[in-house]
């Protein structure tokens, strides 16, 4: 980060609601993704305001730390790793493909995810603050067991071959086991599948590039905003508000404009001029 820039660490760490931690640890990464994931939100606006997305680490500061604007994976944790990495974490890009409801696997550089190492000894830790409703904390990459999180049951297993249904009958297709990648699972359902070989930002323009402009894709079809609270989430889709409160879901109807914008001030801090405009009909957008 340039020091002359209104996005220095400590601007970046108000934003996020966060104190500079005394050493890259565990316990300071754990905190930083907790105050990240519900000050910043998940969102694609830009997509439905006909604002550009560019994959620099300028750009996604300007964005995220002096805009105060959110984003979507590969802004919000290309702009995480930064931080991180000027705090003394060694921080690794990772691509994933998101697993579908119809259990069909995304395109490359579907997900933008960090491998973050720590100089306690710990890890290395699984970070991500651009999923949507995933897990609360870090999770531990080489850890192959359950991993209890106020937000689930998470795992993380060997992926298995295309054609291998599950890890019983796995070994009748030979090595299952591609390029080491792994599957991230929430209470017992995929949610990504995840490639360990180091990327770059500039890898994931192509991802992002699809993700912005695709038809197929569930971002261009709604404008959605999300954020982690304390004890659920919030999440402003369309014209509707939608709260989760230990589990208990409520719907709140926003009728004007000025209702809208209104719920995108007050509950995510975005100060919009106009509405987004939905580029085209279909479902609420995606994790990504």
Same mark, same amino acid.
Request: with cysteine; aromatic share 8%; charged share 25%.
């Given at each position: 980060?340039?020091?002359?820039?209104?996005?220095?660490?400590?601007?970046?760490?108000?934003?996020?609601?966060?104190?500079?931690?005394?050493?890259?640890?565990?316990?300071?990464?754990?905190?930083?993704?907790?105050?990240?994931?519900?000050?910043?939100?998940?969102?694609?606006?830009?997509?439905?305001?006909?604002?550009?997305?560019?994959?620099?680490?300028?750009?996604?500061?300007?964005?995220?730390?002096?805009?105060?604007?959110?984003?979507?994976?590969?802004?919000?944790?290309?702009?995480?790793?930064?931080?991180?990495?000027?705090?003394?974490?060694?921080?690794?890009?990772?691509?994933?493909?998101?697993?579908?409801?119809?259990?069909?696997?995304?395109?490359?550089?579907?997900?933008?995810?960090?491998?973050?190492?720590?100089?306690?000894?710990?890890?290395?830790?699984? %970070?991500? %603050?651009?999923?949507?409703?995933?897990?609360?904390?870090?999770?531990?990459?080489?850890?192959?067991?359950?991993?209890?999180?106020?937000?689930?049951?998470?795992?993380?297993?060997?992926?298995?071959?295309?054609?291998?249904?599950?890890?019983?009958?796995?070994?009748?297709?030979?090595?299952?086991?591609?390029?080491?990648?792994?599957?991230?699972?929430?209470?017992?359902?995929?949610?990504?599948?995840?490639?360990?070989?180091?990327? %770059?930002?500039?890898?994931?323009?192509?991802?992002?590039?699809?993700h912005r402009t695709s038809p197929d894709s569930g971002f261009t079809r709604a404008p959605v905003c999300s954020r982690f609270t304390a004890s659920g989430r919030i999440t402003l889709s369309g014209r509707k508000l939608v709260t989760t409160v230990g589990g208990e879901r409520n719907e709140t109807p926003l009728g004007s404009d000025d209702?809208?914008?209104?719920?995108?001030?007050?509950?995510?801090?975005?100060?919009?001029?106009?509405?987004?405009? %939905?580029?085209?009909?279909?479902?609420?957008?995606?994790?990504?």
């Open positions: 980060m340039d020091p002359q820039l209104p996005h220095t660490v400590d601007s970046y760490l108000a934003r996020i609601g966060a104190t500079r931690p005394g050493r890259a640890d565990a316990a300071a990464l754990r905190e930083l993704q907790l105050c990240h994931l519900t000050s910043v939100p998940f969102e694609n606006l830009s997509i439905h305001l006909g604002e550009d997305i560019v994959l620099e680490e300028q750009a996604l500061l300007d964005k995220i730390v002096s805009g105060r604007r959110g984003g979507f994976c590969y802004e919000l944790n290309g702009a995480f790793a930064a931080l991180l990495r000027e705090l003394g974490f060694g921080v690794t890009l990772l691509q994933a493909r998101v697993h579908g409801d119809d259990g069909k696997l995304g395109i490359p550089y579907d997900h933008l995810a960090l491998r973050v190492e720590t100089d306690d000894g710990t890890g290395p830790w699984l %970070v991500d %603050v651009g999923f949507g409703d995933h897990a609360q904390h870090p999770l531990a990459l080489d850890d192959r067991t359950d991993q209890e999180d106020p937000r689930g049951t998470f795992r993380i297993r060997r992926a298995l071959a295309e054609n291998a249904e599950n890890a019983e009958n796995a070994e009748a297709y030979g090595d299952a086991e591609a390029y080491g990648d792994l599957d991230v699972l929430r209470d017992g359902a995929p949610q990504f599948r995840l490639d360990p070989r180091p990327r %770059v930002l500039a890898d994931f323009r192509a991802g992002a590039w699809y209702e809208v914008l209104a719920g995108y001030r007050e509950h995510f801090g975005l100060r919009l001029d106009r509405l987004p405009t %939905v580029r085209g009909a279909g479902a609420s957008a995606p994790n990504g």
